[in-house]
């Protein structure tokens, strides 16, 4: 979270727009989870990360959204996870098993520590 945060005290415009587009891109991975049976989603995880590199920002930056926007899409500050810790659960363990980089990983782990996601895993 340490590039978005320097980013955006820097008064970086774009990392709005990119948070938008790593939504995007987490809508399209789950989708084709759901359509894909045959896939896990570890796999459609690892194969879409080039993807979050180019379009969020470059390779370190689009690494970290990757990571924040796919646990912190099911979180709300108010409420927590409530119904969809089910689905954080299985992103993040998703991403834990994926051929993604260990930066991504890393601040998968760091995401679900912040939000107490990671007490919840076994």
Known sequence: ????????LKG???????YKKAMENWENILL??????????QDLISDEQET????CGGRELGQEIMAIV???????NSTGFSENVGQA???YK????????????????????LTNLQSRVG
């Open 1 to 8: 979270m340490n590039l978005t945060i320097e980013k955006l």
């Open 12 to 18: 970086d415009k774009k990392v709005q727009d990119y």
């Open 32 to 41: 084709k989870s759901v359509e894909e049976e045959d896939r896990e989603l």
């Open 52 to 55: 979050f590199e180019k379009e």
């Open 70 to 76: 796919g646990i912190y899409q099911f979180y709300s």
């Open 89 to 91: 659960m299985k992103v």
């Open 94 to 113: 998703a991403i834990q098993n994926s051929d993604c980089s260990e930066e991504v990983k890393i601040m998968s782990e760091e995401a679900a520590k």
